[in-house]
């Protein structure tokens, strides 16, 4: 079974500033996904990769398949960017993903 | 726009009772999965189903069961409801075959067991 860690479990930033949440996983997988869920529950996928880099709008997801690492970076962070963010990663065979305990994030005005 | 449905936002029920947590999708996923989140320990899957009647446990399947008589609805069932059972539960719809896929996920049921 997959074990997904992510750092930091927490983090607060000013708005303006410059974010990175790290995600590792011990075992190969089929792809990687970030997600976010705000206040009130709900969950809505913002990236899923594979190799390389992806990005949406401030939002930044890179992976490094060979040292089993990825992090999603948010440039100029928005009060509105506060959320918890999660990691979960697609085993390499099946449909199930197997998550990270998440990242609470934090932007002040 | 793609949408999963969960029955309930809130919900309260008591010690031993039969509760029923209902999620429909209307993408035609043919994959639908049941996660609890609790602080400290992230998702964790309970069920999930890869078509009409077909199920298969989670990591944490105890005390729970499943039905799926019509592909747009998967339900939770907790038998015999216990306090530890109070949580977040989430639902989530996938397509099959690709295997890189998002899952689309409903807005939660938060329960708790009195």
């Known amino acids: 079974k997959n074990e997904v860690e992510q750092s930091p479990q927490n983090l607060t930033a000013q708005e303006g500033e410059f974010i990175t949440i790290n995600c590792s996983y011990s075992?190969?997988?089929?792809?990687l996904h970030w997600l976010q869920q705000h206040p009130g529950g709900g969950i809505v996928s913002l990236f899923m990769?594979?190799?390389g880099k992806k990005k949406h709008g401030r939002l930044i997801a890179t992976i490094n398949i060979q040292e089993k690492h990825s992090s999603l970076h948010i440039t100029a962070s928005h009060p509105r960017d506060s959320a918890v963010y999660i990691c979960?990663?697609?085993?390499?065979?099946?449909?199930?993903?197997?998550f990270g305990g998440g990242t609470r994030v934090l932007v002040k005005p | 726009d793609v949408k999963v449905t969960q029955s309930s936002r809130y919900l309260v029920k008591r010690t031993g009772e039969k509760v029923f947590l209902e999620c429909v999708q209307d993408m035609d996923h043919e994959n639908m999965f049941w996660y609890r989140q609790d602080p400290g320990l992230g998702l964790r899957l309970i069920y999930f189903?890869?078509?009409?009647?077909?199920?298969e446990k989670g990591d944490i399947p105890e005390g729970y069961s499943v039905s799926r008589e019509k592909k747009e609805r998967f339900s939770l069932i907790l038998e015999s409801a216990s306090t530890n059972q109070t949580s977040m539960y989430l639902c989530?719809?996938?397509?099959?075959?690709?295997?890189?896929?998002?899952?689309?996920f409903g807005d939660g049921t938060r329960l708790s067991i009195l």
């Open positions: 979960a990663v697609g085993e390499a065979a099946g449909n199930k993903l197997t």
């Open positions: 189903s890869y078509d009409v009647k077909m199920k």
């Open positions: 075992v190969g997988i089929s792809a």
């Open positions: 990769l594979s190799s």
């Open positions: 989530a719809s996938s397509p099959a075959g690709n295997r890189n896929q998002p899952q689309h």
